[in-house]
């Protein structure tokens, strides 16, 4: 069955829900034994040390930034965003959390915690993809539809799903931080995983800047014979089909196929006179 698209963006997909509560405030204390957790969340990694830092500080100050659910049951709520504030919360023993209770359907939330955690800056850059990605196949939804939808230009999207084709142990350094996102877009420009995982490691052994490695991985690629057309032998029957074409029109004639079978014919004029007069040739073999 062919899922529903999803909406136009943040604002047409938050829509505030009446709740009882205390005074004016759209701010409501929800317990944090009635909040689930997303199961669709972008984020799959939360730093145990950043929690750490992260519950030390709402234990001291408290927490400034309500996090975002949407009421899935009578009393009973899953996050949308602030997933990271819901665990340190939880850590030291908090018993009720200040949130915002959005309304949204099954289809929307992914699109709202990833736009979210966008503009927190709170992804990393695999988790990012990978959630763009999930989009797409799940909702059906082109490149193009895509960045209107999260308000991101389309190379963009391209840029972030290429690095969903690096090896599994880049795509984990970028994860850690052993490497920036520019890094990456460089060594997603090359076709072999045995040769990118090799720059990887020099990357990471010279601590080289995403200058240095985008100048690397061209400099490999224009040396590479694999980045290099292959071209194929011509057969005898080639070989006499491009020497009666040169006879013909007593010019140079290369003729060059690839390995793919796909095939060039060039005709060296020596002046415009032997443009003209090859166009002579077919005008009369009309």
Known sequence: MKKQALGRGLSALLIDTEVTTSGSSSINEIAIEAIYANPNQPRTHFDAEALEELATSIREIGIISPITLREIDKNNYEIIAGERRYRAA???????IPAYIKTAADDQVMEMAL??????????????ALTYNKLMTDYQLTQELLSERVGKKRATIANYL???????EIQVGLKDKKIDMGHARALAGLDDPTV?????????????????TEEMVHAYMKKSPKNKRQKSELTASQ???????SQQLALKVDLAYSNSGTGKLTVHLKSDADLQRIVALFDTKK
């Open 239 to 245: 070989r006499e089909a491009k020497e009666r074409i």
């Open 90 to 96: 939880k850590m030291i023993g908090l018993k009720k």
């Open 196 to 212: 990118q995982i090799k720059l990887y490691e020099e990357v990471i052994k010279g601590d080289y800047s995403v200058r240095k």
């Open 115 to 128: 736009i979210e955690n966008i503009q927190r800056e709170d992804l990393n850059a695999i988790e990012i």
């Open 162 to 168: 290429r690095l969903l084709k690096l090896p599994a």
